[in-house]
């Protein structure tokens, strides 16, 4: 198994991300990033690091999920985000465009293509 570290439970796990050997950011954002409650100085002297598995930020708890569910019409069983890590909620700053468009306020980071987990 190819995890760094996991601490699981019925809903999914705690996994570190797995850095990615060759990853280049291209481009970020930055007008939607700005419509987040989050220091963005951080974020973007951080964003490649980030999103290359090699660090988190500090609003974020890496999880994978875990579910069940019917694949082609038969029971899967256990399924879950394979490749896919979600940092967790992130509040939308009040006044912004995506904050007047948003019911919950609020927004589930993911990252996707972050490492295996548990349920690749």
């Known amino acids: 198994q190819n995890l760094q570290s996991s601490s699981s439970h019925k809903y999914g796990s705690f996994v570190d991300p797995i850095p990615l050997e060759s990853c280049e950011l291209v481009d970020v954002n930055e007008e939607l990033l700005s419509q987040f409650n989050i220091d963005e100085d951080c974020f973007m002297n951080n964003v490649q690091s980030y ?4 660090s988190l930020p ?3 708890s890496s999880y994978a999920h875990r579910y069940g569910g019917h694949q082609f019409g038969v029971w899967a069983g ?3 985000d394979g490749r896919a ?3 967790g ?3 939308v700053k009040e006044g912004t465009k995506l904050f007047d468009y948003t019911l919950s ?3 589930d980071w993911q990252v996707k293509g972050s490492g295996k ?3 690749s």
Not at 51 to 54: N, P, Q, T, V
């Open 78 to 80: 256990q399924l879950g």
């Open 58 to 60: 500090t609003f974020a």
């Open 85 to 87: 890590l979600s940092w």
């Open 117 to 119: 987990t548990p349920y």
């Open 51 to 54: 999103l290359c598995g090699e």
């Open 105 to 107: 306020k609020s927004w």
């Open 89 to 91: 909620k992130v509040n």
